[in-house]
């Protein structure tokens, strides 16, 4: 692919070497600080004109679709994180999650179980844009949906079927020694509130229960069955398959899963549970939520829908974000799917289903774009002779505007210059076609 006076090309035969062939100078080099992101074979590249960047399949039988910016620095050239454990057997699957070390500068890591049946456990350093493989999980392969949370320098994660919930400190894993009251299944999810300084888990399974336990130590409680009351009719809900817990240091927001919409939230104070606006979505295997601690959590769909939800605590209401990245693969985030805050306006999502994709999003300032621009179908008139007014119907909520153009043509092909209305009067020429 030709971009700047260069030629560049991907080597392939499971190669990660780079190369661009320069013109002028007739002489090749190999872009050693910005390898392949993973072994390449029968790729392929191309340049999108419009934002100067070069995209690569990546081929060796991937669905990978990469993105890499010539003009960028050395060594940040290729567009985005890295994929899981750098795409080399980093696959994520049932199981998957990734888990923020609430970490900053060189030190603010994401941590990553891959699920899909293996033991394996990586470390994205955040600053770096790169991957270490850390000490697999200590009792074997990760293969039921589990999700885990984090607490003063630990990683804590559930086992299914078992009592016993693990520990990562950094270097090593360890048990808790306090066992749960009964084991736990599809669906168990586990939450810090700093509110309390407990540490909560969804028991999964088909049950009701919730169990929890103090940072300071001790046996595990039970807290009340989930069920809320719906206008004098009281609602149970079973945690399984999809089931998802979050906290916002004060209160719990859970996700019931296994094809629910329902969205309940848990007050930590009074052990009762109240039934919030419901998830635009069915929720199950893929979805996953994470809270950005200014008041707003974000959701991914799952269940292969490419869709990112944000619910804004204090509003109780839903609002679609921009689509994620469904690339090659042509479907969204399934099994093992996760999405984490890292700690600024960033959110890292991967998207499971034996993928090793690894995204980012960047969560804006403000709730909408500051502008933006719609063009009307083109209006056909049929005959005008002249104008007579603009009537226009529309709602401008505080502290928005609209303003209105109009161009027109004879041929519905060549069109005028936009021109602004004065008043309720068109000021664009009289013609057939209006925009």
């Known amino acids: 692919m030709y971009h700047g006076g260069y030629l560049y090309f991907l080597q392939s035969t499971g190669r990660t070497d780079f190369l661009r062939f320069s013109v002028a100078g007739n ?11 993973a072994t390449v074979n029968y790729s392929s590249l191309t340049l999108n004109s419009n934002d100067d960047l070069i995209y690569a399949f990546r081929g060796n039988s991937t669905f990978d679709f990469w993105k890499f910016d010539p003009d960028a620095v050395a060594g940040q050239r290729w567009v985005g994180p890295q994929q899981v454990n750098n795409g080399i057997n980093g696959t994520v699957g049932t199981g998957g999650d990734l888990i923020w070390n609430e970490g900053s500068g060189a030190s ?48 804590y994660f559930p086992r299914y ?17 306090d066992l749960l009251p009964a084991v736990v299944y599809n669906g168990a999810a586990m939450a810090y509130n700093s509110g309390d300084s407990r540490i909560y888990i969804l028991r999964g399974g088909g049950t009701q229960t919730m169990y929890y336990r103090s940072t300071a130590g001790g046996d595990w409680s039970t807290a009340s069955n989930i069920a809320v009351d719906d206008g004098g009719t009281t609602l149970n809900y079973y945690p399984n398959v999809g089931a998802r ?18 969205f309940i939230r848990y007050n930590t104070a009074s052990n009762t549970y109240t039934k919030m606006a419901s ?5 199950y295997y893929g979805v996953d939520m994470t809270y950005n601690d200014n008041g707003k959590i974000v959701a991914l769909a799952g269940w292969y829908k490419d869709e990112t939800w944000e619910y804004d ?14 690339f090659t693969y042509g479907r969204g985030p399934y099994n093992g799917a996760s999405i984490e805050f890292d700690g600024g306006t960033n959110f890292y999502a991967t998207n499971g289903g034996a993928l090793a994709d690894m995204w980012n999003f960047s969560a804006g300032a403000t709730n909408y774009s500051t502008s933006g621009t719609y063009i009307s179908q083109s209006i056909d008139l049929s005959q005008v002779t002249s104008w007579i007014s603009f009537t226009k119907n529309d709602n401008t909520p505080a502290n928005t505007s609209l303003a209105y153009e109009t161009r027109t043509s004879a041929d519905n092909e060549t069109w005028s210059d936009w021109e602004t209305l004065s008043g309720s009067d068109i000021q664009s020429a009289v013609n057939r076609y209006l925009h």
Request: no cysteine; proline share 4%.
């Open 27 to 37: 002489s090749w080099e190999i872009l050693s600080s910005d390898a392949a992101p």
């Open 313 to 326: 605590i204090a509003g109780d209401t839903w609002r679609r974000l921009p689509d994620n990245q469904k």
């Open 245 to 262: 817990m979050v906290s916002d240091d004060t209160s719990l927001f859970i996700m019931p899963g296994d094809g629910e919409t329902a």
């Open 161 to 177: 079927n078992s009592k016993t919930v693990y520990t990562f400190n950094g270097s090593a894993w360890e048990t808790v020694a």
């Open 279 to 283: 998830t635009p979505f069915s929720q």
């Open 108 to 155: 603010n890591y994401v941590y990553a179980i891959r699920g899909g049946n293996t033991a394996n456990f990586y470390r994205y350093n955040i600053a770096t844009n790169t991957w270490m493989t850390m000490e697999n999980v200590s009792y074997g392969n990760v293969n039921y949906d589990l999700k885990g949370t984090w607490y003063n320098g630990n990683l």
